[in-house]
């Protein structure tokens, strides 16, 4: 663990590393880093799910590219793309928080049902895992927009088929594009694929610093759902929090 984050660790935050179950050996007592200046950054833009907008049954095609954040997200409510899931679902959920941040969570799917109203990126349970990892260093989720690789929740909550993560690639692209973060965190295999436009196994994408087009870093870590049900891949993923914070913290200029 690098000096940076040790001297983050206060007594709050060690409480949540141990809710977490990971053991911390030795610390040094050191200033908690003080919250970034995002609270009041105006555009508290809470998609959590896709608003009441009115979906086009069958979408002319369109330059992804072009598109603002309000096309984007209209475009991805009346999207068809995916037969199955165009035919199953009710709402698709966008994503979730502040768009003015510096870091993306990206998901693999929705969670809860698809004709549910009160879908989003993560179960709750996920969520407060996240909350919990974010302490740790130093940092709320309101510091992170949420959103997933897959924007409909497949039916019977199967995985998703990779030419769907494909069909919805664009428009994860376009996100990014728009919220022009400083640091993503793709959380599971497809979010990663999705992300970074590969096929390369996980773990083999796990632990090391990838970079987009535009010089965006990106650390894989392991679905916070499939954190849920395993001890040893919180260790992993703890890991892959701290490399992901200590990238950030390297970059010059951070937004104010």
Known sequence: MSEALVDLMNGRQRYYLDAMGIQVWALREGEPQRDKVQGERAKESVEQTSPDLEPSSNPVPVNIATLDWAALQQRVQGCTLCPELAASHCRTVFGRGNR??????????????????????????????????????????????????????PPGNREPAAEEITACADYLQRQIELLQPRIILAAGHSAAQSVLSTDVPFETLRGKVHRLKSGVPVVVTCSLEALLRSMQDKRKAWTDLCLAHATLLAVNEPKV
């Open 100 to 153: 003015d941040v510096d870091w993306l969570v990206i998901g693999e799917t929705p969670s809860g049902s698809a004709h549910d109203e009160s879908s989003e990126p993560f179960s709750e349970q996920a969520l407060r895992l996240l909350n919990a990892m974010f302490a740790a260093i130093g940092l709320r989720r309101e510091h992170a927009y949420l959103t997933t690789a897959l924007k409909c929740l």
